[in-house]
């Protein structure tokens, strides 16, 4: 019987698991667009943050985070003077092991031979390079030397070539030409790809014979040459780390171990090879070590190039950079850096982007991110749910007027039909009143023409006549007559023309209100096209100039860094709109935190002018009588309480005969909506 084994899935997301809801992901990008901040501003703080509702889901942030505690992790690894600090210690034990040997015997050979071993350089480079021919009168110091200049050619070789020290740890003269015939083959594959005459079958052929000296496995000659360049870079650094002595000394050794080698040629053309190809990768550039345990040089260059990689990927998360998109982050770098679940992580926060543009709530127009109307929607409806989530209960959003009318709701009574009427036709009251009216005026004979109305015949069809005879009965007919018809009474409601003026001006800015502006224009906009659209709102914004504002471009809405309030050019804007709406209600509301201070002068042009000047205030104050003579009561919410607005509002309420209220910015809203809805219920 089979047995089966049940646990967590551990090989990327889970395949069951219902896919993330992008909408979840607009609200809360919304919410920093609502708050002011520009659509590209609120997605990059979006991946930054996370996706919303995911479990163990991570942002950017929280990734960039692990490579920073990575990279700390790296640093804190060992000492970069790892190979100088063995060699030397190699070195001093062979020198001490001659000696040892030497000083028993009194020949003046023995003497000589210590005179040459006291004037060794200080130098170890060069100090090995002059005992490359001494003739070692100590077997143990010979081997010990030996074992110094083997550790130093399999170090030089790792260094370049990952994971060759094991390879030439047996010391085996076969597996060292072996490497001397790779790097010959290297040299001359990557000459002829130079010269444009390199296949991918001469990579195949290449790696048939020398791929168990590449383990991550190269696909293709130019993944090669970036494996090996970027370890060639991280050597270069390894030794612009060190102190000039120490960069001299094992610069020596390693050219001292490539001539013992045989390699000195192969390694100075590879090295400039790859420099060539890849000059980006930072060579020479300084790295710090903190740690205590020294480290090979090997050992040492791979944690360098690892630094390196997570240098480079946290400048990808970072996204800080103008043009960032995720695309730019290295999937490859990640895994080795972060492990499988990160790679998950960040196609997570991929398919958000994706998603959001693909799903039609995001787009790019010349390179700039942009909320399509879609989103904005979605977005009015989060800040009208904002909004209703701070008034108070009660029938906030009905403004019904209680007569007949042809929009509302059924009353359940009717009335005779009149000329132009729409309401729908109540069929039985009409029916009933043509019987009624045909009975008053006895019955109908033959085929009347017109409209006629036949009552039920019995099951049979048949009406009996006398005792014996039987014959069909013929239906009655009832005419209908054009004072017989009567149609449904409604409940009317009245169409408003809505004007909201929102200041655009620096000043909202400096005191921390354009934000409740932007949500509040987005609040009341949404309210009046989804739940009234009989009604007709336009959005004026103003500074130094007035204009009108469409839905797609109020939530991307920046303010205008100019000089000037034109209350005058906004309220000259909204009257036009109140006088292609005549037959509608009027309702103006203007949001700002100053008084005017321009106006439109005859030729068009704004003028600035502070304190305000008399012109200013006298254009303002006519446009605000021709809104009373319009029938149109102005509400004015005032966001500070500067003593010059205060005086301009009270004398605009006493010519109007509007309200004047002064909320805190973050209850703009609800005295927006609620008024609005107030002047609609109460004004029929």
Known sequence: MSRYRYGAYEDGPDPLAP?????????????????????????????????????????????????????????????????????????????????????????????????????????????????????????????????????????????????????????????????????????????????????????????????????????????????????????????????????????????????????????????????????????????????????????????????????????????????????????????????????????????????????????????????????????????????????????????????AGQAGELTGSSREWRFGDEQPLDVVRTVSNAIRRSAMEGPVLGDAAGLVAAPPASPEGLTAVGADAVEPRRPARVRLGVDDFEVHETERRTGAAVCLLVDLSYSMVLRGTWAAAKQTTLALHTLVTSKFPQDAIQIIGFSNYARTLHPEEMAGLDWDMVQGTNLHHALMIAGRHLDRHPDFEPIVLVVTDGEPTAHLRPDGRSLFDYPPSTDTLVLTLAEVDKMTRRGATMNFFMLADDRRLVSFVEEVARRNGGRVFAPDADRLGEYVVSDYLRVRRGRR
Request: hydrophobic residues 35%; glycine residues 8%.
């Open 19 to 403: 896919p993330y809801d992008v909408r979840d992901a607009l609200d809360a990008m919304g919410d920093s667009v609502l708050d002011g901040t520009r659509p590209d501003e609120a997605l990059r703080d979006l991946l930054r943050r996370g996706l919303p509702n995911a479990q163990g889901r991570r942002g950017l942030d929280d990734l960039l985070r692990e490579v920073r505690e990575r990279r700390r992790a790296l640093r804190e690894r060992g000492r970069l003077d790892g190979t100088l600090e063995e060699a030397r210690a190699l070195l001093d034990t062979a020198i001490g092991q001659e000696r040892a040997e030497l000083f028993p015997d009194p020949s003046d050979d023995a003497r000589l031979r210590e005179a040459e071993l006291d004037a060794l350089p200080s130098d170890t480079a060069q100090a090995i390079r002059r005992l490359s021919d001494y003739q070692w009168r100590s077997e143990a110091a010979r081997q010990t030397f030996e074992q110094l200049k083997d550790l130093l050619r399999r170090e030089v070789l790792d260094s370049q070539f990952q994971g060759m020290k094991q390879a030439l740890q047996n010391q085996d003269p076969a597996a060292m030409q072996r490497v001397k015939d790779m790097m010959a083959s290297l040299n001359e594959m990557l000459e002829k790809d130079a010269r444009g005459e390199h296949t991918q079958a001469d990579f195949d052929r290449f790696m048939d014979e020398y791929g168990d000296m590449f383990p991550d496995r190269p696909e293709n000659l130019e993944e090669l040459v970036d494996q090996l360049a970027r370890r060639a870079a991280a050597m270069d650094r390894l030794l612009a780390s060190l102190s000039p002595e120490q960069r001299a000394e094992l610069a020596g050794l390693m050219e001292q171990a490539m001539q013992d080698a045989g390699l000195e040629m192969e390694m100075t053309r590879l090295g400039d090879a790859l420099r060539a190809r890849r000059p980006d990768l930072g060579w020479g550039q300084p790295e710090q070590m903190d740690g205590d345990n020294p480290l090979g040089m090997g050992d040492a260059t791979t944690a360098l190039a690892e630094l390196a990689d997570l240098s480079e990927l946290e400048a990808a998360l970072g996204q800080d950079y103008p043009g960032a998109r995720l695309d730019d982050v290295d999937e490859d770098a990640v895994r080795r850096a972060l492990g499988r679940q990160a790679v998950d992580d960040l196609d997570a926060l991929r398919r958000l982007e994706k998603e959001l543009e693909k799903q039609g709530y995001l787009r790019r127009n010349r390179g700039k991110l942009e909320l399509t109307p879609k989103a904005v929607r979605r977005l009015g409806e989060t800040a009208l749910r904002r909004v209703f989530s701070q008034l108070t209960t009660g029938r906030q959003g009905d403004h019904d007027q209680r007569d």
